[in-house]
């Protein structure tokens, strides 16, 4: 079962501009993940928040948490066509489960 | 430092076959995750060990088993397989959950 439900499901925008996208959880977590996959392969661990944090930054990511609405985004800037993958959040405690994904295109 | 290593990358079985998956963590990671990856069902939570214990499992039937050695290497077994369980089996280490994992490359299993 996931844990995390991801909108959109799917992004197509243009080189340059932002990318937005959310995750919603249903149980109480520790911290809060997004990973990229690129093609089917391995994810790559892209930024952690905390449970007691409310944003986080790193590079062109940044990425909000509101647990009173269980809650996350992750916003993309000045997106690059190397950005095009499938992003994940993954939330938990015990039990880390993973979101359904958005799959991001990004067109040169 | 090396990542982490899963053996082997693409394995093709017959239904009804068994079949083990090896997992190298990341050296100092003692947490071993390990997940199934299918168009369908998305990625899913097998089981988490931990030196050597198996600290969570998922919703898999007992076909699915796994362990972790004394060195952190982990293993997952799949007995009598089923088409169904043609997917990428996805390892991931840490040094504790609450830090984020390092994944390896999967191994692509096609059962037929």
């Known amino acids: 079962s996931q844990q995390g439900e991801e909108d959109p499901q799917a992004l197509s925008i243009q080189e340059g501009e932002n990318a937005t996208m959310n995750c919603s959880y249903k149980t109480s977590i520790n911290n809060l993940q997004w990973y990229r996959q690129n093609s089917g392969r391995g994810l790559v661990h892209l930024i952690l928040?905390?449970?007691?944090?409310r944003e986080k930054h790193s590079g062109r990511l940044r990425v909000t948490l509101d647990t009173s609405k269980k809650s996350s985004s992750l916003l993309i800037t000045a997106s690059r066509a190397a950005d095009t993958a499938s992003y994940f959040c993954?939330?938990?405690?015990?039990?880390?489960?993973f979101g359904t994904g958005t799959r991001l295109k990004v067109l040169a | 430092k090396a990542g982490v290593t899963q053996t082997p990358r693409y394995l093709i079985k017959t239904r009804g076959q068994q079949v083990t998956l090896s997992c190298s963590p990341i050296?100092?990671?003692?947490?071993v995750s390990w997940y199934q990856q299918t168009p369908g069902q998305g990625l899913q939570f097998l089981f988490e060990y931990f030196s050597e214990t198996q600290r969570n499992k998922g919703n898999f039937p007992g076909r699915f088993s796994g362990r972790q050695f004394s060195n952190s290497r982990s293993e997952m077994n799949v007995s009598t397989l089923e088409l169904g369980d043609s997917a990428l089996y996805l390892c991931?280490?840490?040094?504790?959950?609450?830090?984020?994992?390092?994944f390896g490359s999967g191994t692509r299993l096609t059962v037929v």
């Open positions: 928040i905390r449970s007691n944090e």
């Open positions: 993954l939330t938990g405690t015990y039990k880390y489960i």
């Open positions: 050296s100092g990671h003692r947490s």
């Open positions: 991931a280490s840490s040094l504790d959950r609450s830090e984020g994992y390092t």
